[in-house]
């Protein structure tokens, strides 16, 4: 018997909860990077939307590619509550 056999099959996570957990950790990475830059530079209104435009599509890059491991644990989280909910 292998170690998988002996395992119980983990139902996989949802797209949709997977979705959002990567869009929630877009913006908060995003966010960071507002705030750091905001302590750091004085640009005019062009520059500070291009740059906004520039954070935000890295964010949703970093997210999407693990970022820091923030929608992993939310999706864990999600799945590990709704498992608790099932057994009650």
Known sequence: MTIGAMMPAMPAPSTKVEGAAKQFEALM????LRTARE???DQDSSGS???DMADQQFSQVL???????????????INQGQKNADNK
Do not use: C, R, S
């Open 39 to 41: 302590n750091t530079e």
């Open 49 to 51: 939307t291009m740059l």
């Open 63 to 77: 997210a999407n590619n693990g970022g820091f491991g923030l929608a992993k644990l939310v999706v864990n989280g």
């Open 29 to 32: 990475i995003a966010q960071m």
